[in-house]
């Protein structure tokens, strides 16, 4: 197997010029690297793969397409059906696993309408290959899964990390804390005033706090302050926060936006942090009308919002939309080492951009492809067309993160050559010039084994599964199965808009059929044991989770069917 590493270039709009990427910011105090396990994808021939991938939508009417230093001196005649095509907005939320994991230790299964499969793929970041400059490197490999004909194809994006040199611009951070009667549970409102306590510590005396506490209404108790000899205060000010009453989560977030533009500092990282269970109930009760309130402000000065999830009764689809919604990422917390992990590694790689409106394309090649199917994403789903429209909402991506897609792919009997092209697009977080990578596949990197990979792609692929099964609830599978599958249309796939959410109830969900290839449970769970033998704590984790959730599901299952229809599968 065969993991192409990508050299910079990039396909552009004519006349557009690339910017470079805005300096990432690391919090000094703070160990360096991602919040996330660490894996490295290996590239098991040495040898580096450079081509001229077709990209895979057209352009834009009237815009022509230039070739990038991808190259290996062949051009391929590849033009992807529409339901050969897969778009979808980047993402690198992780609180969906955190929380299956905390729902798991507490003896129950997880809601199957919280688990987001890309959320327990990313929680494990990847050694991919760095860019050398700003931008992404594109990284693309696979192997055979057990189900016949089936491979698992990895998509691997990477950001290049910050230096370790401490210099960055300050950061001007408004905390936005629940402080509603939910919240006096142990590991909500505790766990929060000492992760404050933990950030107010690790910060630079040049950066700076503003805090607002919301329950039945929202007030600030500490304007945008300079730290400095200040940090007291601060203290002082997360101490006497107490729980109380209800939970009207929208007025807190109007008024820490309101807190965090009248603070905001010119030249300076401006970020709203939201410390919340998410269970509104006074005020406004969707996101979106939430997030109606503070559009304006946000679009004009750009503060976005990083959302961490406490408690073991938590608002996850509406801490989701809340951090989609406004151009930011979420996380959850369960204990004091993960509250450390994700204010002195994740916050800080979620505080400064390397791409705005990033969105990712794979073109699948008809003549060797016969079905496939993306892992998760589901609510990140772009419209085929709008893949080059930058109007369109994409995600946020920090300095040093990896993001992951994997695919299920079947593929047409004794055929051999393209697979597929990957492709990613993204805005400089400054100049708002559009900026693309490319890299593509062969038949011949999809034909080793899964489980004599790489130990990153079977971490991958561990998350991925246990995800899917969990999906399944209670009948979580133990065996092989193919997917449900959609015929193939003709038409270009479209994302639904999707409907405003209750504040504290899951949204609607459509079972699927598992996954081809998926090991049973108890089997997922020996393979994060053999992972984990190198006392990897992240994985250790995994395979405890996995094996809570076969005791639960009782470790039952039925045999999944698929059809013979081409294309996308759903």
Request: proline share 6%; net charge negative.
């Amino acid at each position: 197997m065969r993991t192409w590493k990508v050299r910079r270039g990039s396909k552009v709009r004519r006349g557009l010029l690339a910017a470079a990427v805005a300096g990432g910011l690391l919090l000094t105090g703070c160990s360096s690297g991602g919040g996330e396990h660490t894996d490295r994808a290996v590239d098991g021939s040495g040898k580096e793969r450079r081509g001229t991938a077709p990209m895979p939508a057209p352009p834009a009417p009237g815009e022509e397409q230039r070739d990038g230093s991808q190259r290996d001196g062949r051009e391929r005649d590849f033009a992807p059906a529409p339901d050969y095509l897969s778009t979808f907005a980047l993402d690198v939320d992780t609180a969906s696993y955190g929380y299956a994991r905390r729902t798991l230790a507490e003896g129950r299964l997880p809601d199957p309408s919280t688990v987001r499969p890309e959320e327990f793929v990313n929680s494990f970041r990847q050694d991919y290959p760095r860019p050398e400059g700003d931008g992404f490197s594109v990284n693309v490999d696979g192997a055979r899964t057990d189900a016949d004909g089936w491979s698992l194809m990895r998509v691997g994006l990477a950001t290049r990390a910050d230096a370790d040199d401490g210099e960055r611009p300050p950061a001007a951070l408004t905390f936005v804390i629940d402080v509603s009667g939910s919240m006096a549970e142990p590991g909500r409102l505790d766990l929060v005033k000492e992760s404050l306590g933990i950030m107010t510590d690790e910060l630079r005396d040049d950066d700076s706090i503003a805090l607002v506490t919301f329950s039945d209404s929202a007030k600030t108790v500490l304007p945008m302050t300079r730290l400095g000899e200040n940090r007291g205060k601060v203290h002082s000010a997360v101490a006497a926060m107490e729980p109380t009453q209800s939970t009207n989560l929208e007025a807190g977030i109007r008024t820490g936006y309101d807190t965090a533009v009248g603070g905001r500092r010119d030249g300076a990282t401006n970020r709203v942090v939201l410390l919340s269970d998410a269970l509104a109930n006074t005020g406004e009760t969707s996101a979106d009308g939430i997030l109606e309130r503070i559009s304006d402000a946000r679009g004009e000065h750009g503060i976005t919002l990083f959302g961490v999830g406490v408690g073991s009764d938590y608002g996850d689809a509406l801490m989701e939309r809340l951090a989609d919604k406004g151009d930011g990422h979420t996380t959850y917390v369960s204990d004091s080492e993960e509250a450390r992990k994700v204010f002195c590694e994740q916050l800080p790689a979620n505080i400064e951009l390397r791409a705005r409106d990033a969105k990712a394309q794979v073109a699948f090649d008809p003549k060797t492809v016969k079905q496939f199917r993306l892992i998760g994403y589901d609510n990140r789903a772009v419209a085929d067309d709008d893949f080059r429209d930058d109007s369109v909402d994409g995600g946020e991506v920090g300095p040093g993160h990896t993001v992951t897609a994997l695919y299920a792919v079947k593929m047409r009997p004794a055929t051999s050559g393209h697979v597929a092209t990957a492709s990613v697009r993204w805005l400089d977080p400054d100049s708002r010039a559009p900026h693309e990578e490319s890299n593509q596949i062969e038949s011949g990197d999809l034909e080793g084994g899964l489980w004599n990979a790489d130990r990153g792609l079977r971490t991958t692929a561990v998350a991925a599964y246990f995800a899917d099964a969990l999906r399944q609830g209670t009948s979580a599978r133990s065996g092989p199965g193919d997917p449900a599958v959609r015929p193939d249309t003709g038409a270009t796939t479209t994302a639904p808009a999707p409907a405003p959410e209750p504040m504290s109830t899951s949204t609607g969900f459509a079972a699927r059929r598992p996954l081809p290839g998926a090991p049973s449970l108890a089997e997922l769970a020996r393979n994060a044991e053999e992972l984990s033998s190198d006392d990897d704590k992240a994985l250790r984790d995994l395979a405890t989770a996995v094996r809570q959730a076969d005791r639960l599901a009782g470790g039952s299952g039925g045999e999944g069917g698929g059809g013979e229809e081409e294309g996308e599968i759903r």
